[in-house]
């Protein structure tokens, strides 16, 4: 089944909804039947059949049969959030007493769901160094249950091997989840790797338009019908018919935004390599990144987000370059169709070493745009 045919023909059946070429929004909360052994039927099979927009939609069923397929699964759970996504795969593989080993400095929410929220049942996570191996075996432990991996990492980007550390888990009887935003499926594709378990924050890539918070659990049909029925419908994370069919739109575009994302980068990295300004520069694939090979195993694709850190170390003067630039917003998350900073000086005390750190996503202007931008702009520093 090749990416093509997903994208644009998987579980879309245009006959039943008048031949329409774009999927209709199926806004209900409630789905009705004609006989009591009907209804009976589908509650007993709510995974499969529709009976109230909480467990099942038709519009986010399609988008779940696209996103499986994309990421080579067999079955996907679309969710409110990339934090719902992490909240409701972590948990359903964890019970109170055991032990989680983690990458240090994973995303902001999943540390707090490990640090704040799961420590109140007894689960305790120990944060290692992930580019190497040999610190997931070391911090393992008889009650260790799973690995949380995050490659790469979002600020720095460090990489984790993938199959080394799901061949380890596997012999340890360890579950793995690894949270794939930065790549997606069309650039790393973690399943082959042999992890249990991929999450997503589907705001970014996937949706690429700034417009939906989605969050997508892939892995499976074990492990996600395990979640389906527990946390899944417990907790009620559930992702809207509307926003699933403004994925649907943006899954159109996927192949060719990432492209571009991907090709402007490499060219502002080259401006960015030059400046004396630059004290050092984070990205996957640049020649100088020690995990250069690792990354060019795993991943297909460059992909857009990379991080800066400035000789300027006076935050007025770092504001200043940020408050400056014309084609890029100050925000968090990325993704989308528009280029953006998000500066560590708004996280950290002005003394901190990282306050000159800027993290960048490359969106879909022009390179020649951004880089005029930027080459005005970096005398402020």
Known sequence: ??????????????????????????????????????????????????????????????????????????????????????????????????????????????????????????????????????????????????????????????????????????????????????????????????????????????????DVVAGAICGSREKISQIFHNEFMTLGNILSPQNAWLMLRSLRTLSIRLKQSSETTLKVIDFLKNSDKIEQLWYPFSNDNPQIELAQRQMKMPMGMFTVSFKEKRVDKIKKFCESLQNFLIAVSWGGHESLIMPKCAFVSADDPQVSMLRFYIGLEEASTLIDDLEKNLAIL
Request: net charge negative; charged share 20%.
């Open 1 to 210: 089944m090749n990416q093509s045919f997903i994208i644009n023909q998987l579980a879309e059946e245009r006959e039943s909804y008048f031949n329409a070429v774009a999927p209709p929004i199926i806004q209900t909360s409630n789905f009705a039947y004609p006989t009591v052994d009907e209804f009976k039927f589908a509650i007993e099979n709510e995974k499969e059949e529709h009976i109230y927009t909480r467990g099942n939609n038709p519009t986010v069923d399609m988008l779940c049969k696209k996103m499986a397929a994309l990421e080579g699964a067999e079955d996907c759970l679309m969710v409110g959030s990339g934090a719902a996504a992490i909240s409701n795969a972590v948990i359903s593989q964890i019970n109170a007493g055991e032990h989680i080993i983690s990458v240090r400095n994973p995303y902001t929410w999943a540390n707090h769901l490990m640090t704040k929220i799961l420590t109140r049942f007894n689960v305790e996570t120990t944060f290692v160094d992930g580019t190497n191996i040999e610190n997931f075996i070391k911090a393992c432990r008889p009650n260790t249950k799973l690995i949380y991996l995050e490659s790469p990492n979002s600020w720095t980007f460090e990489l984790q091997d993938l199959k080394g550390i799901a061949e380890f888990a596997k012999s340890k009887g360890i579950i793995t989840i690894i949270d794939n935003s930065y790549c997606t499926a069309l650039c790393q594709k973690p399943l082959e790797f042999g992890i249990d378990l991929v999450v997503y924050s589907a705001t970014k890539y996937y949706n690429g338009h700034s």
